[in-house]
């Protein structure tokens, strides 16, 4: 992988454990990425101060160094987006503390595709469950779906896009020589294969409670919108819709019942703003799009002559449709009746039928 001046200091910069996230977003602001090489002294010193500069100045300067790193990332299959990429998406870029390097697995193309959030609970209920992947494989039609691959409702909404044939990206919490939760294992391989792991850590970085937080902001500002199926009041997916709220993205919920507490979040949300959603209508509608039904109907032979002739000649009186089929009209009162069943035709007054 080539990378501009730019991008190979940014990774340089980056690799150094000593700065945190906010730190190094306070160095992607004010530094120039141009030599010298005291100018970037200059201005740890201002940022950091003396100490933090001894400290790291030698590995940051050393060009050894940072070859050693880019061929270790690359040995181990990562590939670097950084915030001067063209690849780095532009509504990740636009929020307020935009990671300076993204760490990918897959195919990093889908950073410029239109993205769409899933998050839930990890204990969301069967039925959420099952909506969620449902849903999630509907957005696919227009989006590549986001989540954080997380046990329960997050693993939903990537096997139901997986299973529909789109695409998703995984956003991690920790660097990629983990996996968490390890049972998860074989799924975090089928994104990397079919789309995309992300992470702002760096490869040995591993899973900490305090990391996931942070990561949620990444789950909802690289997206146009985020939906959540299930959350308690205080919940890891409340937190990416307040994040969401703040980056002024349009936020979905599902609804729920008294006293569920894995949608207590939910309506709270919905209270403060979030759309009521309770199929992929309320989605493609807020955002203008058209959604295309993928279900297949099964029609017999003889229900696929009638359909045929309906959607011919508009209505058509019941003696006709039998006249064209070669029998008595009562022979095909079952077939009408499971036409009906199907919402492909209606029945009109007078014993005439219409297509739908």
């Not at 201002?46 to 500069?53: A, H, L, R």
């Not at 001894?54 to 690359?74: G, Q, V």
């Not at 919490?173 to 294992?185: E, I, K, L, Q």
């Not at 703003?273 to 058209?290: K, M, R, S, V």
């Amino acid at each position: 992988m080539d990378y501009s001046a730019k991008e190979r200091d940014i990774i340089a910069l980056d690799s150094i454990a000593e700065l945190s996230y906010r730190h190094r977003q306070e160095v992607t602001d004010n530094f120039a990425y141009s030599r010298p090489q005291q100018k970037y002294a200059q201005n740890l010193i201002k940022t950091f101060g003396e100490s933090v500069y001894n400290k790291i100045k030698e590995d940051f300067y050393s060009e050894d160094l940072c070859e050693k790193h880019l061929k270790t990332l690359e040995e181990k299959g990562i590939t670097c987006v950084t915030i001067f990429s063209p690849d780095y998406p532009e509504l990740l870029r636009s929020t307020i503390t935009p990671p300076a390097v993204l760490y990918c697995k897959g195919d990093v193309k889908l950073l410029k595709t239109r993205l769409f959030t899933v998050v839930g609970s990890r204990v969301a209920l069967p039925k959420t469950i099952k909506e969620c992947s449902k849903i999630s494989g509907q957005l696919t039609q227009k989006f590549t779906v986001v989540t954080g691959l997380a046990e329960g409702a997050d693993s939903a909404a990537a096997e139901g896009a997986l299973a529909a044939g789109g695409k998703v990206i995984g956003v991690l919490a920790f660097g990629f020589d983990y996996v968490y939760p390890s049972a998860n294992a074989a799924l975090f391989k089928k994104v990397e294969e079919k789309g995309l792991l992300i992470t702002e850590c760096l490869p040995d970085v591993q899973p900490r409670k305090y990391l996931f937080p942070v990561r949620n902001r990444i789950l909802a500002g690289l997206s146009e919108g985020t939906l959540v199926v299930a959350a308690a009041l205080k919940s890891g997916a409340g937190i990416t819709a307040e994040y969401a709220f703040r980056y002024g993205r349009d936020v979905f919920c599902f609804p729920y019942s008294l006293g569920v507490p894995s949608g207590e979040g939910c309506n709270k949300l919905i209270k403060k703003g979030a759309y009521l959603t309770e199929n992929i209508l309320d989605i493609f509608n807020a955002f203008g799009l058209d959604f295309k039904s993928q279900t297949t109907v099964r029609l017999t032979d003889t229900e696929k002559r009638i359909f045929e002739i309906l959607k011919k000649e508009g209505d058509v009186h019941i003696t006709r449709l039998a006249a064209e089929l070669n029998c008595a009209p009562f022979e095909i009162l079952a077939d009408l009746s499971s036409l009906e069943v199907k919402k492909l035709i209606v029945r009109l007054g007078g014993n005439r039928y219409a297509a739908i």
